[in-house]
């Protein structure tokens, strides 16, 4: 997800993101679908956010 993207949920479904942490880890929307690079870099993104190492 890009700033853009949050940007649009927050426009579109603002009362329901109040209370929730949306986070943006700045991955260009560049790959295909399952593309294993892609894959590899949001498991190392999401495992920061909660304190995991995915293989």
Not at 11 to 27: E, P
Not at 43 to 54: A, N
């Amino acid at each position: 997800m890009e700033q853009k993207h949050k940007n649009r949920l927050k426009a579109q479904f603002g009362h329901l993101s109040t209370y929730k942490d949306i986070q943006v880890l700045d991955i260009a929307d560049e790959y295909q679908y399952m593309d294993n690079e892609l894959v590899s870099i949001i498991k190392q993104s999401v495992g920061s956010y909660l304190g995991l190492t995915l293989a």
